[in-house]
Each structure stands twice: as C-alpha cells, then as structure tokens.
C-alpha cells in the first residue's frame, strides 16, 4: 500500500469515527408544553400517533397508559400490578400491558412495561405518563423556561458545583434534601407534584408568618384529601438556590416533602440516574414562591 493510499485510508477511518462520535453526543430534543407548570411531551406508541403523555419524575415505573390508548392500540395485557401512592395505604391492582415501541425526542424504547392509568380529565388530553426510570440510560432534562425535554448521552459531575446535588432514588423515584431554616427534610423531586409541599407531621414544628389555611384538596391514584397552606416565616435552601420565606403546601398524606412544579418551573433540571445527581439551573440564585393568586384575591385588604 503506498504512503498516499494509506494517509487517505486513516484520513476515512478518523472521518468515521468522528462522525460516530458526534451522533454519539448528540441532543434528542423535544417540544414540552407546560400545562398548569405539568410538562407533557408528544409520544410515538408502537409506531402509531403521536400521543399527548405527561412526564412525571414521582412515578417510578416506565410509564403509564390510559385505559383508550390500551383499547385504541390493542396493547397486550401481560399481568397486574399493585399500585398505591407514598402513604402506604389504599393500594390496588390494575392491568399491565406491553408497549414494543415507544418513541419521544427522536430515541426508541423497546418493550416498555406500562400499567392502566386513567387520567384526571383537568389535565386536559392525556392518553399515558412516561415515568422516571424510562430515561435511566440518558442525561434526562426538563427545561422549563426552554419549554423543552432533551436525551443525551455523557454524566454530570459534582466538582464543588453546588448546583449539581445528589438524590437517592427509594420506589425509583429521585428524592433531595432540602434545608428548612436550621432542619433537613427528603422532598421527592415530582414533575407533576402541584407545589412546594412539606410533610404535616415535619411542619408542625416551623413557625408561619400566618396560620396555614385550606387552600384546596389532593388527589393520588387512591387517596382524596384536603390541604393546607401558609407562607414560611424562614427560607427553604437547594442547589445553591434560595427561596425566601416561601409560600408551601402542607401534605397530610405523604411522609416527605415535595419538590414539584411551582418550584421546578423556575429551572432547567437535568438527572442522571447512573451516577444519581441532578443539576438545577436557574437565571436568579434566589426565588419567589408568593401564595396562590386565588388566595392573594380573597386576603387582599378592602379597597
């Protein structure tokens, strides 16, 4: 083989793998409309659709589908599953079904176990829920002021970064520590968690700037209940990031707290589930959690 025909063979070979490598680390990107601050995505179900799913990171299996969609598409039922909700009570069986394939942002997912969901018809269309560990293998991000979801290879680093923080994953689902003041508590990282929730039981020891009130009711796969709020006479901390004597939930069903859309719609939040750290990324290192307009109309002073 002469000098110039084997400079032109490496010269193909490093082209190649270029060309690999960069396919390789591409982005897999993805409209996500923001309804009421819940992400949803569109869906390619067995090569039909697309389909409207919601994304909910507080949901630890692979995905969720709608009692229509299992009908529409003839999905085969393979078993049943217990489902329940984080208080440990009231939980039931419902079908389990198999999806071949199961396409969002350009990637392929193959023989997805989903159980039956019926969704609240307040969401609007929604024919199934993609849950956490769907995305185990990538850099997984909710963008929120982007209005984007986006699948990526590689892994994030802590580095002294503080806004790269660890989470645990109990039920598959990714839970943080938030500093309350001089106290810690677990709160579950929920895309389609409604607020910033606290446990009853650890917010019966905070102080409030006014008595918590009933500021509507909650609804799980098997639990109703009511819930009450009042704004923080301290700060919540995370990430590096700061929330000022925040307005919060008081849950009296589930024992941690939740981290879901009224303080997840401020970040661009990415998991990866391997090495189980996240990174929030916001444009302020400080954040708003006002009370809720409804209740803001009803206590405002008369004119």
């Given amino acids: 083989m002469s000098s110039q025909t084997r400079l032109a063979c490496i010269a193909v070979v490093l082209l190649t793998l270029t060309t690999v490598s960069w396919l390789a680390a591409q982005d897999h990107s993805a409209p996500m409309e923001l309804r009421h601050n819940l992400p949803f995505v569109q869906v390619m179900v067995n090569g039909k659709g697309p389909f409207t799913f919601g994304i909910d990171t507080g949901t630890g299996g692979e995905a969720l589908v709608s009692p229509d969609l299992i009908q529409q598409l003839g999905l085969p039922v393979t078993g049943e599953e217990e489902v329940g909700d984080p208080s440990g009570h009231n939980s039931h069986k419902v079908p389990k079904v198999r999806i071949d394939s199961l396409k969002v942002a350009?990637?392929?997912?193959?023989?997805?176990?989903?159980?039956?969901?019926?969704?609240?018809?307040?969401?609007?269309?929604?024919?199934?829920?993609?849950?956490?560990?769907?995305?185990?293998?990538?850099?997984?991000?909710?963008?929120?002021?982007?209005?984007?979801?986006?699948?990526?290879?590689?892994?994030?680093?802590?580095?002294?970064?503080?806004?790269?923080?660890?989470?645990?994953?109990?039920?598959?689902?990714?839970?943080?520590?938030?500093?309350?003041?001089?106290?810690?508590?677990?709160?579950?990282?929920?895309?389609?968690?409604?607020?910033l929730s606290l446990p009853e039981k650890f917010a019966a020891g905070l102080k409030f700037v006014s008595e918590p009130i009933v500021i509507g009711r909650g609804r799980t796969v098997s639990n109703e209940f009511e819930i009450k709020g009042a704004q923080l006479a301290g700060d919540i901390k995370v990430g590096g990031y700061t929330f000022p004597q925040p307005f919060v939930a008081i849950n009296p069903l589930f024992p941690v707290g939740n981290f879901g859309s009224i303080a997840l719609q401020h970040f661009a939040v990415t998991f990866d589930q391997k090495n189980k750290l996240l990174r929030l990324v916001a444009p302020s290192k400080t954040i708003a959690i006002p009370a809720p307009q409804r209740m803001r109309m009803v206590t405002a002073p008369a004119q």
């Fill in 106 to 195: 350009g990637v392929e997912f193959k023989n997805v176990e989903a159980v039956q969901h019926q969704p609240s018809p307040r969401e609007g269309q929604c024919d199934g829920i993609l849950g956490f560990v769907l995305f185990h293998d990538y850099l997984f991000t909710l963008d929120y002021p982007g209005n984007q979801l986006t699948l990526t290879s590689g892994s994030l680093k802590a580095d002294g970064d503080s806004t790269v923080i660890p989470f645990t994953m109990p039920d598959n689902v990714p839970v943080i520590e938030l500093s309350v003041g001089t106290q810690k508590v677990e709160a579950d990282v929920d895309s389609r968690g409604a607020g």
